[in-house]
């Protein structure tokens, strides 16, 4: 998925009120952007890290920028939360997922379930439907490992009950992690800052829920699919 427009540099000040982020531009300027992450963003947040923010393209928005990437060590890691949908959805579609290969047509957004919805329906008329919930991995506390949650999400532990019914109706349903950012070479679920969660995993792989991982490629231009990561689950 590249950006549509050039991203813009800058220093991150603070980021606050969760969706809030102060960053100086080069110009000496400080702005407020719009941050797309409802998580802590642990070990993403310090003052002085360089930013890089995408302008509004909506003239009359309020805020004119959003936050989409922060420097990490030597990497980028991609914060904006809402991407993730339409990069699996372009690497379906582009054949670069063997595991979700194959149907004739791909929707997102769908409701399902009780009062939700699914990021990916994958769906032909020869297969069964195939339920597909992509959360977004930016959380590195040690060497190589990439870990979710960031932060205590029940929202998520609802999505992967839901997922399991959607198995017992007949259907097929993958969760997929999306790790935005290259410096990991491995996943696993941090079960010490959600437990609830981890347990919920747990119980969805036993109901027949799949489990995928795939890494991006994470750079000023674009973020785009790039390998597997083996699962330490």
Known sequence: MKFPDPLIRGVLVKRYKRFLADITLESGEIITAHCANSGSMMGLKEPG????????????????????????????VGINTSLPNAIVSEAINGGAIAELAGYDTLRREVKYGKNSRIDILLESEDRAPCYVEI??????????????????????????????????????????????????????????????????????????????????RVTPALIELDRSLPLDL
């Open 49 to 76: 890290a360089e930013a890089w923010l995408s302008p509004a393209r909506n003239p009359k928005r309020k805020l004119k920028y959003t936050w989409e990437l922060v420097r990490s060590g030597d990497g980028l």
């Open 135 to 216: 959360k977004s991995v930016t959380l590195k506390r040690e060497n190589g490992l990439a870990e979710f949650p960031d932060a205590v999400t029940a929202r998520g532990t609802k999505h992967l009950g839901e997922l399991s019914d959607m198995v017992a109706d007949g259907g097929r349903a993958v969760m997929l992690y999306l790790v935005q950012r290259e410096d990991c070479g491995r996943f696993a679920i941090a079960e010490d800052i959600d437990p609830t969660y981890a347990s919920a995993l747990n119980a969805a792989r036993a109901a027949g829920v799949e489990t995928l991982c795939r890494v991006c």
